[in-house]
């Protein structure tokens, strides 16, 4: 702070109105608003999808659904529901207003009143604001004074997007029984993450499953072929695997008749983007992907011995995950 400025904190109050502010008493307003952060009800998910808490004011017809897949405390859910719901209303709206000195100290408010502005021009009737900061300007003895909430600055979200639920770090600790529940929870799922590795296998049988198809039909053995009178067409077959954990494909197998023609296949992955064609895709086929994304493990495949290292042991690992193997490095005793 700069000298000579004094810095005030006062919790707001919760109760009747302290004044009301009219347009005849305004200079100057500004009113912003980010609704899109204005909730009136909460709903927390906890382990295993359960719905641990449903809070709302009013009609309710601006819910957010927090996720937290290591609560399992419907009353810890429900409180922190009760402390989001509480925090969501001061987001998404700001009024700033200049009046006259003389004014505002007519109307008798200090930081943290509640007040009802009405000023039909901005949209705002009858709404009730809390005060949030007052400026002096002495020499044109004019007050500058913020209002609402406040608008959500992007650091703001990105921190509660890295960092967890922000209303999960006020109130008490977890109880013992929910610490052993969380633990319980989390090695299960590292103990899938760790499991054995499984090749999944996708099959599109007769009749065949398929999207964006030009030109072409199924014949009633649920064959894909050319429509009549066409002389090329094409058609895609689409999996898109649900697991977080899948890393990439391994082989894909197919079987086509040339009967005279030509056929061709392209390999996409869901971005559009090409990783791999066969031009005489007919007969018994198959193509091997390669490791995607791409790694070619030249930094890390079996040469470790071209990597240095101070009070510490590099060896050559076989556990990599976009390729055979890595380097392992493993501190001297």
Not at 45 to 59: P, S
Not at 67 to 93: C, I, Q
Not at 173 to 179: F, I, K, N, S, Y
Request: glycine content about 10%; some cysteine; proline content about 4%.
């Amino acid at each position: 702070m700069k000298p000579g400025l004094k810095l005030y904190f006062k919790p707001k109050s919760g109760g009747a109105p302290a004044a009301a502010i009219s347009e005849d008493m305004i200079l100057k307003a500004e009113y912003s608003e980010d609704r899109w952060r204005l909730k009136n009800r909460v709903i927390y998910v906890g382990a295993g999808g359960r719905i641990l808490a449903d809070v709302c004011e009013g009609g309710g017809d601006l819910p957010v659904v927090v996720h937290d897949p290591y609560l399992t405390d419907p009353h810890e859910a429900e409180r922190r529901a009760n402390v989001r719901l509480s925090l969501n209303k001061e987001y998404g709206r700001e009024l700033r207003i200049e009046m006259r000195q003389r004014d505002f100290e007519d109307l008798g408010i200090d930081l943290g009143d509640t007040v009802i502005v009405n000023l039909p021009d901005l949209g705002l009737s009858n709404a009730a604001m809390f005060l949030l900061e007052i400026g002096y300007d002495p020499k044109s003895l004019r007050c500058g004074l913020i209002l609402g909430g406040r608008l959500e600055l992007f650091e703001e979200s990105l921190r509660e997007e890295i960092g967890g639920d922000v209303a999960a770090r006020f109130g008490k600790l977890m109880t013992l029984p929910e610490q052993t529940s969380t633990l319980v929870f989390t090695l299960d799922k590292i103990a899938r993450i760790q499991a054995d590795q499984k090749h999944v296998v996708y099959v599109n049988k007769t009749p065949l499953t398929l999207y964006n198809a030009q030109n072409v039909i199924l014949n009633s053995s649920g064959e894909v072929e050319l429509a009549s009178g066409a002389t090329e067409g094409s058609f895609e077959a689409q999996v898109l695997p649900p697991s977080e954990l899948f890393v990439n494909w391994i082989k894909l197998e197919w079987m086509a008749e040339k009967n005279g023609g030509e056929i061709s296949a392209d390999f996409l992955n869901s971005d559009g983007e090409l990783l791999g064609q066969i031009y005489d895709a007919y007969g018994t086929q198959f193509y091997r992907f390669r490791k995607w994304p791409n790694g070619y493990g030249s930094l890390t495949y079996l040469n470790h011995e071209n990597w240095g290292s101070i009070k510490a042991t590099v060896t050559s690992i076989k556990a990599g995950i976009l390729n055979a193997y890595c380097i392992k490095l493993a501190p001297e005793v």
